[in-house]
């Protein structure tokens, strides 16, 4: 999309996804090694949750069933994708520490996805209410 390599995105993704958001006028997140998130305004979060565990079949479209179901309860399109790719990180880390980085399947991710967010609801309410440590992104979890 960007007319350059894989090698050339990977080397600098924070600037390939700044460049492709700003040349599309739209939100873009590019899934991988420190997800990145970035804005038509040069808004830039880069997800520090997930890791090998996700590189396996399906994992791109259970992401992208996350940012949509956080656009149908009404967050904004950026705020989405990076709460999205931090909750789904953080579910592919949660499966990952009880049984490694390999063998994570779609369905797996799927499953997590409910304790993950519930974790994180209740990390948020043990913290007064605001935005639960783990996921200081600049949006809070749509209520259930």
Do not use: C, Y
């Not at 939100?27 to 038509?40: E, M, Q």
């Not at 090998?52 to 992401?63: I, N, R």
């Not at 997590?112 to 200081?136: D, F, K």
């Amino acid at each position: 999309m960007l007319g350059i390599t894989a090698a050339a995105v990977n080397r600098d993704r924070v600037g390939a996804a700044r460049r492709l958001a700003e040349e599309a006028r739209a939100v873009v997140l590019l899934k991988g090694a420190g997800s990145v998130t970035a804005s038509p305004e040069g808004w830039v979060v880069v997800n520090p949750t997930g890791g090998p565990a996700l590189a396996s079949g399906g994992t791109g479209d259970v992401l992208l069933g996350i940012v949509t179901a956080l656009l149908a309860q009404g967050l904004e399109e950026f705020e989405a994708a990076a709460l999205a790719a931090f909750v789904h990180g953080l579910a592919a880390d949660r499966i990952a520490a009880r049984t490694g980085d390999s063998g994570l399947l779609a369905a797996d991710l799927v499953r997590e996805l409910p304790a993950t967010t519930a974790a994180l609801r209740a990390e948020a309410e043990a913290a007064s209410g605001s935005l639960a440590p783990r996921a200081r992104l600049a949006v809070d979890f749509p209520e259930p």
